[in-house]
Protein backbone atom coordinates (compact mmCIF):
# COMPACT_ATOMS: atom_id res chain seq x y z
CA UNK A 1 0.00 0.00 0.00
CA UNK A 2 0.92 3.95 -0.84
CA UNK A 3 0.49 6.70 0.62
CA UNK A 4 1.04 10.40 1.12
CA UNK A 5 -0.02 13.70 3.21
CA UNK A 6 0.75 16.81 2.44
CA UNK A 7 0.48 19.71 4.73
CA UNK A 8 0.99 23.14 3.49
CA UNK A 9 0.72 26.66 3.95
CA UNK A 10 0.76 28.40 7.21
CA UNK A 11 -2.05 27.81 9.87
CA UNK A 12 -1.96 24.35 8.11
CA UNK A 13 -1.24 21.04 10.47
CA UNK A 14 -1.81 17.66 11.99
CA UNK A 15 -1.46 16.83 15.71
CA UNK A 16 -1.30 13.77 16.84
CA UNK A 17 -1.16 12.53 20.37
CA UNK A 18 -0.12 8.99 19.67
CA UNK A 19 2.85 6.83 18.41
CA UNK A 20 2.91 7.44 14.37
CA UNK A 21 4.28 5.80 11.77
CA UNK A 22 5.03 6.97 8.00
CA UNK A 23 5.88 4.15 6.03
CA UNK A 24 4.84 1.34 8.60
CA UNK A 25 4.08 -2.03 5.88
CA UNK A 26 3.79 -0.32 2.47
CA UNK A 27 5.48 2.88 1.24
CA UNK A 28 4.45 6.48 3.19
CA UNK A 29 5.10 9.83 2.32
CA UNK A 30 4.75 13.38 4.75
CA UNK A 31 5.88 16.56 2.83
CA UNK A 32 5.48 19.61 5.15
CA UNK A 33 5.64 22.98 2.60
CA UNK A 34 4.79 26.29 2.78
CA UNK A 35 5.10 26.48 6.93
CA UNK A 36 2.96 23.62 7.25
CA UNK A 37 3.18 22.09 10.70
CA UNK A 38 3.40 18.49 11.89
CA UNK A 39 3.01 18.36 15.98
CA UNK A 40 3.47 14.97 17.55
CA UNK A 41 2.73 15.42 21.43
CA UNK A 42 3.06 11.68 22.42
CA UNK A 43 6.42 12.09 24.63
CA UNK A 44 6.56 8.68 26.70
CA UNK A 45 10.20 7.94 27.86
CA UNK A 46 12.43 5.57 25.76
CA UNK A 47 8.90 5.34 23.12
CA UNK A 48 9.09 6.10 19.70
CA UNK A 49 6.83 9.09 19.06
CA UNK A 50 7.38 8.69 14.92
CA UNK A 51 8.32 6.14 13.13
CA UNK A 52 9.80 6.45 9.30
CA UNK A 53 10.17 3.18 7.57
CA UNK A 54 8.37 0.80 10.20
CA UNK A 55 8.05 -2.87 8.96
CA UNK A 56 9.95 -4.63 6.57
CA UNK A 57 10.31 -3.95 3.07
CA UNK A 58 8.62 -0.25 4.15
CA UNK A 59 9.85 2.68 3.09
CA UNK A 60 8.78 5.87 4.87
CA UNK A 61 10.11 9.54 3.87
CA UNK A 62 9.54 12.93 5.97
CA UNK A 63 10.31 16.34 4.19
CA UNK A 64 10.05 19.44 5.98
CA UNK A 65 10.62 21.97 3.23
CA UNK A 66 10.53 26.10 3.82
CA UNK A 67 11.02 28.30 5.96
CA UNK A 68 7.79 28.26 8.54
CA UNK A 69 7.70 24.28 8.11
CA UNK A 70 8.32 22.48 11.00
CA UNK A 71 8.25 18.32 11.84
CA UNK A 72 7.71 18.50 16.16
CA UNK A 73 7.96 15.36 18.20
CA UNK A 74 8.16 15.47 22.12
CA UNK A 75 9.70 12.09 21.68
CA UNK A 76 12.03 9.88 19.63
CA UNK A 77 11.77 9.77 16.00
CA UNK A 78 13.02 6.52 14.28
CA UNK A 79 14.04 6.09 10.74
CA UNK A 80 14.07 2.44 9.52
CA UNK A 81 13.06 0.34 12.34
CA UNK A 82 13.09 -3.63 11.48
CA UNK A 83 15.19 -5.59 8.87
CA UNK A 84 14.27 -4.14 5.35
CA UNK A 85 13.31 -1.37 6.46
CA UNK A 86 13.85 1.87 4.68
CA UNK A 87 13.75 6.08 5.86
CA UNK A 88 14.92 9.25 5.17
CA UNK A 89 14.25 12.74 6.72
CA UNK A 90 14.98 16.13 4.27
CA UNK A 91 14.94 19.33 5.81
CA UNK A 92 15.25 22.17 3.33
CA UNK A 93 14.84 25.52 2.73
CA UNK A 94 14.94 27.07 6.25
CA UNK A 95 12.94 23.72 7.41
CA UNK A 96 12.90 22.60 11.10
CA UNK A 97 12.64 19.36 12.57
CA UNK A 98 12.30 19.56 16.82
CA UNK A 99 12.77 16.35 18.56
CA UNK A 100 13.46 14.70 21.69
CA UNK A 101 16.04 12.06 19.60
CA UNK A 102 16.81 10.65 16.64
CA UNK A 103 17.90 7.14 15.91
CA UNK A 104 18.46 6.01 12.44
CA UNK A 105 18.86 2.31 10.61
CA UNK A 106 17.42 0.90 13.99
CA UNK A 107 17.61 -3.45 12.84
CA UNK A 108 20.39 -5.02 10.93
CA UNK A 109 19.73 -4.87 6.83
CA UNK A 110 17.70 -1.21 7.19
CA UNK A 111 19.02 1.56 5.54
CA UNK A 112 18.56 5.47 6.65
CA UNK A 113 19.41 8.96 5.28
CA UNK A 114 19.03 12.78 6.52
CA UNK A 115 19.75 15.30 4.69
CA UNK A 116 19.94 19.20 6.52
CA UNK A 117 20.45 21.61 3.52
CA UNK A 118 19.95 25.11 3.31
CA UNK A 119 20.37 28.68 4.87
CA UNK A 120 17.97 28.25 8.05
CA UNK A 121 17.30 24.61 7.94
CA UNK A 122 18.08 22.74 11.24
CA UNK A 123 17.83 19.55 13.11
CA UNK A 124 17.29 20.03 16.80
CA UNK A 125 17.20 17.87 19.56
CA UNK A 126 16.11 18.76 23.09
CA UNK A 127 15.43 17.12 26.07
CA UNK A 128 11.84 16.84 27.55
CA UNK A 129 10.08 15.62 29.93
CA UNK A 130 12.09 13.12 31.58
CA UNK A 131 13.59 11.82 28.42
CA UNK A 132 17.33 12.32 27.33
CA UNK A 133 18.38 14.02 23.89
CA UNK A 134 20.50 11.38 21.78
CA UNK A 135 21.56 11.12 18.35
CA UNK A 136 22.55 7.61 16.63
CA UNK A 137 23.35 7.42 12.93
CA UNK A 138 23.42 4.27 11.51
CA UNK A 139 22.86 2.24 15.20
CA UNK A 140 23.16 -1.45 13.46
CA UNK A 141 22.12 -0.74 9.79
CA UNK A 142 23.33 1.40 7.33
CA UNK A 143 22.47 5.00 7.44
CA UNK A 144 23.61 8.49 6.21
CA UNK A 145 23.47 11.73 7.35
CA UNK A 146 24.54 14.93 5.21
CA UNK A 147 24.33 18.66 6.30
CA UNK A 148 25.15 20.87 3.75
CA UNK A 149 24.71 24.65 2.42
CA UNK A 150 24.29 26.26 5.50
CA UNK A 151 22.12 23.35 7.37
CA UNK A 152 22.81 22.69 10.98
CA UNK A 153 22.55 20.07 13.34
CA UNK A 154 21.39 21.82 17.29
CA UNK A 155 21.74 19.36 20.11
CA UNK A 156 20.84 20.09 24.51
CA UNK A 157 24.28 20.77 25.57
CA UNK A 158 23.01 17.67 27.84
CA UNK A 159 22.31 15.30 25.23
CA UNK A 160 23.36 11.60 26.52
CA UNK A 161 24.76 10.26 23.31
CA UNK A 162 25.71 10.77 19.59
CA UNK A 163 27.14 7.62 17.64
CA UNK A 164 27.73 8.48 14.08
CA UNK A 165 28.87 5.91 11.67
CA UNK A 166 28.54 7.93 8.58
CA UNK A 167 28.51 11.73 7.49
CA UNK A 168 29.44 14.01 5.84
CA UNK A 169 29.71 18.02 6.40
Same mark, same amino acid.
Request: charged content about 5%; glycine content about 16%; cysteine-free.
Given at each position: ? !? #?? %? /??? @?? +? $??????????????????????????????????????????????? !? #?? %? /??? @?? +? $????????????????????????????????????????????????????????? $????????????????????????????????????????????
Amino acid at each position: S !N #GT %V /TID @GA +G $SSIQVAVPSSIGQIGTGSLQITGGGKFISTFGIANQSAVSIGTAGAA !N #GA %V /TVA @GV +G $SQFSAKGIVLLSVDPGAAGALTITGGGLVDAVALQTAFSRRTSANVLVSGAGSTLHL $SSFSNQQTFMYIGRLGTAQLDVTAGGKILMDPTAANVSLTSFNV
